[in-house]
């Protein structure tokens, strides 16, 4: 009985703390994996803010240098000039020379006479115009970003913005108005419009967080009413890392009992008195006294008998009619006779120089003859 709730305790035990440790191991992978999560996301974020701003550093550098140019307009010389600007910048579809709120002529039509070119949507930097309401002239249902000068426009595709490759977490981006109530999306790669609404309404108040499974991260873009919307998929659920605990439940009730069982065997060869016994004579616990033996006729000691105590590593000094009948039923009395024999031997070699005529004597059981 004692033996089996020994048992019971001691599986219990090794099943708490696998399990204690395997919750500790989700737990600090849960941990990591969602750091460097949203440290993937956010770098990703920072590098479309990024790259938005060298689009609008190439659009204002060109805007720059169009505003030098003089009289006449929309000449061929001045065609021309607008076809090279736009040619040697990337981000550049087309440039528009604008006189007053009525586009005039373009890098690619050189006559533009139905476009009329409402207030800007917001002003960037105090200097620049800019426009993502107005249906290009090229394509009606494609609308682009125009941001303006004095006398001339540039013509952005908004694609551009969010052209930066994502190889994980699903990573998708959407530029937004930010400062209107009735704000809309500029540009989404299909994140729903339920979060855009959240958004622009202002429900979330950090610029950080989850809905369902879905991170979120909310950057504005400077000098600007835009914002850029990152969304990501959450790497793993709590749902899923609760899946893989409760799975593991088993195997780690198996593993308590498998390693119980081998604890409690080895516990019981420990505490067996063979394993002691034999323990004690390779640790060398055992030591002999010596006992004076004195010729009555002279009173002068003759020799010595070697009697057998076991210091214990408790510290205690045991006597032979305690531990003798243990070796005996373990059949370990023949290894401490050896060891006796051993010692005996070598106390009488010390002797023997000195005291030549000293000898010592040991006890031996009628068994050990026979051997």
């Not at 408790?314 to 531990?323: H, L, N, Q, T």
């Amino acid at each position: 009985l004692y033996f089996k709730k020994g048992f019971f305790l001691l599986s219990a035990s090794l099943f708490f703390i696998l399990v204690s440790l395997f919750s500790l191991v989700l737990e600090l992978h849960s941990t990591f994996t969602l750091k460097q999560f949203e440290e993937d996301v956010e770098t990703f974020s920072d590098l479309t803010l990024e790259h938005a701003g060298e689009i609008m550093v190439q659009a204002t550098s060109a805007l720059d240098n169009l505003e030098e140019y003089r009289l006449p307009y929309c000449d061929t010389p001045h065609l021309n000039v607008l076809r090279k600007v736009a040619y040697d910048n990337d981000y550049i579809q087309d440039i528009v020379y604008i006189d007053g709120n009525r586009p005039r002529c373009s890098s690619m039509l050189n006559d533009i006479n139905t476009m009329f070119l409402p207030a800007p949507d917001f002003v960037y930097k105090n200097a620049y115009g800019v426009w993502y309401n107005v249906e290009s002239p090229l394509n009606r249902n494609k609308r682009m970003i125009y941001v303006g000068a004095t006398r001339h426009l540039v013509v952005l595709n908004p694609r551009s913005f969010l052209d930066i490759p994502s190889y994980s977490h699903n990573i998708q981006s959407a530029l937004l108005e930010r400062k209107k109530q009735d704000g809309q999306v500029i540009l989404s790669d299909s994140i729903g419009d339920g979060v855009f609404s959240r958004l622009i309404t202002g429900e979330n108040r950090t610029d950080r967080f989850y809905i369902d499974n879905k991170y979120y991260v909310l950057k504005p873009l400077s000098n600007s009413d835009l914002a850029l919307v990152v969304s990501a998929d959450k790497p793993v659920s709590t749902a899923r890392y609760l899946t893989i605990f409760f799975s593991a439940l088993p195997l780690f009730l198996l593993l308590s009992l498998l390693l119980s069982a081998l604890i409690s065997r080895r516990t019981l060869t420990i505490q067996s008195p063979r394993y002691v016994l034999n323990q004690a004579l390779k640790q060398k616990e055992f030591e002999l006294y010596y006992q004076p033996i004195i010729a009555l006729n002279t009173a002068q000691v003759v020799g010595c008998e070697a009697l057998i105590r076991w210091h214990h590593s408790d510290g205690r000094v045991i006597m032979p009619d305690s531990f003798i009948p243990m070796l005996r039923q373990t059949g370990l009395m023949k290894a401490l006779t050896l060891y006796v024999i051993d010692e005996a031997i070598q106390t009488a070699c010390v002797l023997k120089k000195t005291y030549p005529e000293m000898f010592v004597s040991i006890n031996l059981e009628a068994a050990e003859f026979e051997d």
